[in-house]
């Protein structure tokens, strides 16, 4: 399992790597063509299409894949227990009427 956690890692690695690298590239066009307000403030109506968005996507969709690794710490470091005691969360039963004297 540790194997698969390192290669989760690593390939999270150069994703994040890869998507730095190309919006990074594709906001150095854009502001060669647009100026540098648009990193601020789109123009109303602007269509999500271009380099930006796409890598902006391609970092939403990262995020499902980071779950996974929040999955590896949740369930290999730390395993569920064997049974849940929840006795303590739960208040003292109330007496019955008939033991009310």
């Keep these: 399992m540790k194997f698969a956690m390192c290669v989760h890692n690593a390939f999270l690695c150069l994703l994040s790597a890869a998507m730095c ?3 990074g590239y594709e906001a150095y066009l854009r502001s060669q063509k647009d100026g540098v ?7 109303i109506g602007t269509a999500a299409s271009g380099g930006v968005f796409y890598w902006s996507y391609i970092y939403y969709l990262s995020k499902f894949v980071e779950f996974i690794d929040t999955l590896f710490k949740v369930f290999v470091i730390h395993p569920p227990p064997a049974r849940a005691d929840i006795s303590r969360l739960c208040p003292p039963p109330l007496p019955s009427p008939s033991t009310r004297v």
């Design 21 to 23: 690298a190309g919006a």
């Design 37 to 43: 307000r648009w990193l601020f403030c789109e123009d």
